[in-house]
């Protein structure tokens, strides 16, 4: 019976650091937005300008 207990802790603590590990992790590579507008400027400033 203590056998089965200290594995099932251990097996738990196993479990549990696996999650919190990929949960930690970066879901992917943080990509920013690609535009061709200067940063400041509305989209109504770039299409009504002169």
Avoid: N, Q, W
């Avoid at 594995?7 to 943080?30: D, E, K, N, Q, R």
């Amino acid at each position: 019976m203590r056998i089965k207990l200290i594995l099932l802790a251990v097996a738990y603590l196993v479990v549990t650091g696996l999650m919190l590990a990929t949960t930690y992790t970066a879901s992917g590579p943080i990509t920013t937005p690609k535009t061709d507008r200067v940063a400041g400027y509305s989209f109504l400033v770039e299409r009504f300008a002169g």
